[in-house]
T-cell receptor
């Protein structure tokens, strides 16, 4: 079964502390992995994708195929990072529909 | 604003009524997707168009749901005989070929 699991509904950390949002996936094949973010009163937008291997707004995510994980990390949290974060995958078919996890709300305390 | 637009942004309807939502994708994006999001969950795929052809439908899309993209530009999603379980945020996204999907602001449906 194709599935994305985000075990934490809410993660609260202090400003300046490291952040790690967990994501595990289940997929037979080689999926493409993403992190989407939704800031308050804004639309859902792509944060990063594993194939680009970029650091966006200080966030990175490494695909671990052995553990089927794609955790999102940032060494020093900032208040503007407070948002809803969704881990997601798409398959290698031409449709490329996205399968989302249930999301983690990240709250950065000052 | 040249992003994906959706109308209406909010819809309140009584159980049993029909509703129709519209999505205008980013110009020249040939792929268009509909998702549904309920409280506490991530978006769930409903259906996908490449140009005017509807190429995939989720089993979540019951017979009461129908989607069209008549000229390969805007799309409509119609729900007939609405039920309280249809209350959700309906999201539209578009993309050029097999690439990043750009999401609209969503239409929030409340069925009373």
């Amino acid at each position: 079964a194709q599935r994305v699991t985000q075990p934490e509904k809410l993660l609260s950390v202090f400003k300046g502390a490291p952040v790690e949002l967990k994501c595990n996936y289940s997929y037979s094949g080689s999926p493409e992995l993403f992190w989407y973010v939704q800031y308050s009163r804004q639309r859902l937008q792509l944060l990063l994708r594993h194939i680009s291997r970029e650091s966006i707004k200080g966030f990175t995510a490494d695909l671990n195929k052995g553990e089927t994980s794609f955790h999102l990390k940032k060494p020093f949290a900032q208040e503007e990072d407070s948002a809803m974060y969704y881990c997601a995958l798409s398959g290698n078919s031409s449709a490329s529909k996205i399968i989302f996890g249930s999301g983690t709300r990240l709250s950065i305390r000052p | 604003d040249t992003g994906v637009s959706q109308n209406p942004r909010h819809k309140i309807t009584k159980r049993g009524q029909n509703v129709t939502f519209r999505c205008d994708p980013i110009s020249e994006h040939n792929r268009l997707y509909w998702y549904r999001q309920t409280l506490g969950q991530g978006p769930e795929f409903l259906t996908y168009f490449q140009n005017e052809a509807q190429l995939e439908k989720s089993r979540l899309l019951s017979d009461r749901f129908s989607a069209e993209r008549p000229k390969g530009s805007f799309s409509t999603l119609e729900i007939q005989r609405t039920e309280q379980g249809d209350s959700a945020m309906y999201l539209c996204a578009s993309s050029p070929f097999r690439d990043e999907q750009y999401f609209g602001p969503g239409t929030r449906l409340t069925v009373t």
